[in-house]
């Protein structure tokens, strides 16, 4: 049993400073780097890519809505097309950043994974963005979703993720940030059912009622207050389980 852990970097902003991306990268096997348009700039850009590839994880993008000032979780009205050139421009972007032009994976942010998890148009058209920078990038999609439907539908590679430390609704889509239960906040809590998630491929949603789902890659945040200390645990408890923790 094996799983990938990826974590949300270079989502500093000029001379604003976010996350703990350096510490946070020796626990991760794949990064999903801001590519400037909900997070991020040209410098962290390629300052991140840099520490990435000296911690040897997976490089990936994580291209967002054109929206800084709301950190690319407000919803926009934007067409497959428009996400289709958006993701395309920002992906190629980061791409140019790494020592052989290439990239591993790539990983919607915020407002956009969301949207895209339940419209299949702009599900496809994220993916037809990123195919048309490379084919064999490996799309990260929420588990069960339309962005996963849609990767398969045009044989663009795909990870099952799910979330170390966000509830679940019944329909396997994640508790929306605005409602108070959409974080787990217990750090022990977290760890525990992060570890039966991949035991068990399934987990509890907040009515009790249980989601199948299969995952590759678990998702851990590295912008809070405790986020090297939980990804330490989380790490841990995986090899505890006999559960390998690798890229995909």
Same mark, same amino acid.
């Given at each position: @049993?094996?799983?990938?852990?990826? %974590? &949300?970097?270079?989502?500093?902003?000029?001379?604003?400073?976010?996350?703990?991306?350096?510490?946070?990268?020796?626990?991760?096997?794949?990064?999903?780097?801001?590519?400037?348009?909900?997070?991020?700039?040209?410098?962290? @850009?390629?300052?991140?890519?840099?520490?990435?590839?000296?911690? #040897?994880?997976?490089?990936?993008?994580? $291209?967002?809505? !054109?929206? =800084?000032? /709301?950190? /690319?979780?407000?919803?926009? #009205?934007?067409?497959?097309?428009?996400?289709?050139? &958006?993701v395309q421009y920002q992906?190629?972007?980061?791409?140019?950043?790494?020592?052989?032009?290439? +990239?591993?994976?790539?990983? !919607?942010?915020?407002? +956009?994974?969301? @949207?895209?998890?339940?419209?299949?148009?702009?599900?496809?058209?994220?993916? =037809?963005?990123?195919?048309?920078? &490379?084919?064999?990038?490996?799309?990260?999609?929420?588990?069960?979703?339309?962005?996963?439907?849609?990767?398969?539908? *045009?044989? =663009?590679? %795909?990870?099952?993720?799910?979330?170390a430390d966000r509830n679940?609704?019944?329909? /396997?889509?994640?508790?929306?940030?605005?409602? $108070?239960?959409?974080?787990?906040? &217990?750090?022990?809590?977290?760890?525990?059912?992060?570890?039966? @998630? *991949?035991?068990? #491929?399934?987990?509890?949603?907040?009515?009790?009622?249980?989601?199948?789902?299969?995952?590759?890659?678990? %998702?851990?945040?590295?912008?809070?207050?405790?986020?090297?200390?939980?990804?330490?645990?989380?790490?841990?408890?995986?090899?505890?389980?006999? *559960?390998?923790?690798?890229?995909?």
């Open positions: @049993m094996k799983i990938d852990l990826n %974590c &949300d970097l270079g989502e500093s902003f000029g001379r604003y400073t976010l996350g703990l991306d350096a510490e946070v990268l020796p626990y991760v096997t794949s990064a999903n780097i801001a590519c400037g348009f909900h997070a991020g700039d040209p410098t962290v @850009m390629a300052a991140t890519v840099v520490l990435a590839e000296k911690n #040897q994880v997976a490089l990936g993008a994580h $291209p967002g809505l !054109p929206d =800084l000032v /709301g950190f /690319g979780r407000r919803k926009m #009205q934007i067409t497959p097309a428009q996400a289709q050139a &958006d992906v190629g972007a980061l791409a140019a950043f790494s020592k052989n032009g290439k +990239l591993h994976h790539v990983k !919607p942010h915020g407002a +956009l994974y969301n @949207m895209a998890a339940q419209d299949y148009e702009l599900a496809r058209g994220i993916c =037809l963005g990123i195919k048309a920078v &490379d084919p064999t990038l490996i799309l990260v999609g929420l588990a069960n979703s339309q962005l996963i439907k849609a990767a398969q539908d *045009i044989e =663009l590679p %795909c990870a099952q993720e799910v979330f679940y609704l019944a329909d /396997g889509s994640l508790v929306p940030r605005s409602q $108070p239960n959409a974080l787990i906040t &217990d750090e022990q809590t977290a760890v525990d059912r992060t570890v039966k @998630m *991949i035991q068990t #491929q399934s987990v509890t949603a907040i009515d009790g009622q249980q989601v199948a789902l299969k995952p590759d890659t678990v %998702c851990v945040h590295g912008d809070g207050a405790k986020a090297v200390a939980f990804v330490q645990k989380i790490h841990a408890a995986l090899l505890a389980a006999d *559960i390998e923790v690798t890229a995909l």
